[in-house]
């Protein structure tokens, strides 16, 4: 039942309304142990998988619409929508390689290093071009708040992925600035940020540190100090 003394009493039964009424749902008593609430605990335990640990089934379209979905609820200041992904997978996979393996190449790799960035084309289920859509003259959002809404709409992409069961990647890499790459996924405007490989962990990836057990990059209260 939604607590009494919630304001927003008629309209308390709209769970993505009422935070009164979702706190009320938690089985924890304390938010000190993040990993007792269900949806933290899947957060919290994201991590990337490089390609060479991702194996079939990568998202089928369904999946990947849910994804989408979640991208598309990061906060995004007039609602621009600053970001594309391009899907690869099936038989497109093997374009991307001979894309991979050219820019190889041309930034001066010998042959079997150009054969192992074609590899990660080949290997990903599914891979997807991230391409970044700036405005760089609107008048109320600048371009700052442009390219947050982007790593936004990135970071619940990834998270919805692991949600669902699969793992990936955002890579980038000297690859973005070559202008085949380019050419082959932008269009007229458009940024090429990078790839997110996706599919299923394989049963041989290194298993996932426990939390308690990872060194973390930064400490809650190293980013969140009261002010003044
Ligand atoms: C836009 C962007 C580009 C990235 N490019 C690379 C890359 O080229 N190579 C790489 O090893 N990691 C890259 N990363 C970092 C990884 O995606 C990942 O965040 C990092 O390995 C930390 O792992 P974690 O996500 O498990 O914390 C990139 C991240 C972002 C947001």
């Not at 194996?55 to 990061?74: K, S, T, W």
Request: proline share 9%; aromatic share 6%.
């Amino acid at each position: 039942m939604p607590p009494s003394s919630c304001v927003r009493w008629p309209i308390c039964d709209d769970v993505a309304v009422c935070g009164a009424f979702r706190r009320s749902l938690l089985p924890m008593t304390t938010f000190d142990d993040p990993l007792s609430h269900p949806v933290l605990a899947v957060l919290l335990s994201r991590r990337s998988l490089g390609v060479k640990h991702l194996v079939e089934p990568g998202p089928d379209d369904a999946a990947l619409r849910a994804m989408a979905a979640v991208a598309l609820r990061a906060p995004d200041h007039a609602e621009l929508v600053p970001f594309r992904f391009r899907v690869v997978r099936g038989a497109a996979r093997e374009r991307l390689a001979a894309l991979f393996e050219q820019a190889a190449r041309d930034a001066g790799k010998d042959e079997a290093a150009a054969q192992l960035d074609g590899e990660r084309a080949r290997r990903a289920p599914v891979t997807l071009a991230v391409l970044a859509r700036i405005d760089l003259g609107h008048p109320l959002v600048p371009a700052h708040e442009q390219w947050i809404a982007l790593g936004g709409a990135l970071a619940n992409f990834l998270d919805a992925a692991h949600a669902l069961g699969y793992a990936g990647k955002m890579l980038s890499g000297a690859k973005v600035r070559q202008p085949a790459l380019q050419a082959a996924f932008c269009g007229a405007g458009e940024t090429l940020v990078g790839w997110v490989a996706l599919g299923t962990a394989a049963a041989a990836a290194p298993p996932a540190k426990p939390l308690a057990a990872r060194r973390p990059k930064a400490e809650p209260a190293d980013i969140l100090r009261p002010w003044p």
